[in-house]
Nanobody, 123 residues
C-alpha cells in the first residue's frame, strides 16, 4: 500500500535524545494507522508506540511511557518518534509500520514495513 523509510537513528549518550522519522510514499498516508517497533539482537521485535490515522489517539509501551512521543504530519506524509531520556536498553533497530486498520499494525502481509534505523545508546 505504501513505502516507508525510517531515518534519524544514530549513537547517543544515555540521557540524550533522538528524533526518528518515517517518511511514506505511494498511497494516501493519512488513512493509515502507524506504529513504531524495535528489535534488539537476540530478542523478539517489540511494540513501542502507535498513532491513529488522524493523530488524535496515541498509545505507548510501558517501557517508553513518559519518555517517547509519537506524532504525525499527514501533509508531509511523515510520522515521528521523539525519544528523550534514552537508556542503554533502548538500543535496537527501530521500524515503522503502517496499516489501514489499527488491528493490522505490526503484521507482515497486511501492513507495510520500513527497513529500519539503528539506535545505539551508550552508558
Amino acid at each position: 500500500q505504501v513505502q516507508l523509510a525510517e531515518s534519524g537513528g544514530g549513537l547517543v549518550q544515555a540521557g540524550g535524545s533522538l528524533r526518528l522519522s518515517c517518511a511514506a510514499s505511494g498511497r494516501t498516508f493519512s488513512n493509515y494507522a502507524v506504529g513504531w517497533f524495535r528489535q534488539a539482537p537476540g530478542k523478539e521485535r517489540e511494540f513501542v508506540a502507535h498513532i491513529n490515522w488522524s493523530g488524535s489517539s496515541t498509545y505507548y509501551a510501558d517501557s517508553v511511557k513518559g519518555r517517547f512521543s509519537i506524532s504525525r504530519d499527514n501533509g508531509e506524509n511523515t510520522v515521528f518518534l521523539q525519544m528523550n531520556s534514552l537508556r542503554p536498553e533502548d538500543t535496537a533497530v527501530y521500524y515503522c509500520n503502517a496499516a489501514r486498520s489499527a488491528l493490522l499494525v505490526g503484521t507482515d502481509q497486511h501492513s507495510s514495513w520500513g527497513q529500519g534505523t539503528q539506535v545505539t545508546v551508550s552508558s
